[in-house]
């Protein structure tokens, strides 16, 4: 978690500032949660586009606003 000295990618601070487990995260847009661990805690992680479109859908019902540019640069 956020503070305990684990590295985070902009994914990961993002979750962690509101709150969101990244348990939640994988659940609600059917990532595997270990490619949810990877990119919270990967800046160079660049995922598929339609891993990130589920992870941008999940997001979304959190901050309607959330986009893509975001986390990753593609």
Do not use: C, H
């Not at 902009?10 to 990244?22: A, M, P, S, V």
């Not at 160079?44 to 540019?69: F, W």
């Amino acid at each position: 978690m956020y503070g305990l000295g684990k590295k985070r990618s902009k994914l990961g601070k993002w979750l962690d500032q509101r709150g969101i487990t990244q348990q939640w995260l994988s659940k609600k847009s059917g990532v595997n949660n270990n490619t949810v661990s990877y990119m919270a805690s990967d800046d160079n992680y660049l995922p598929t586009m339609n891993t990130a479109r589920k992870i941008l859908g999940a997001l979304r019902e959190i901050d309607p606003n959330v986009k893509q540019d975001d986390f990753w640069t593609m």
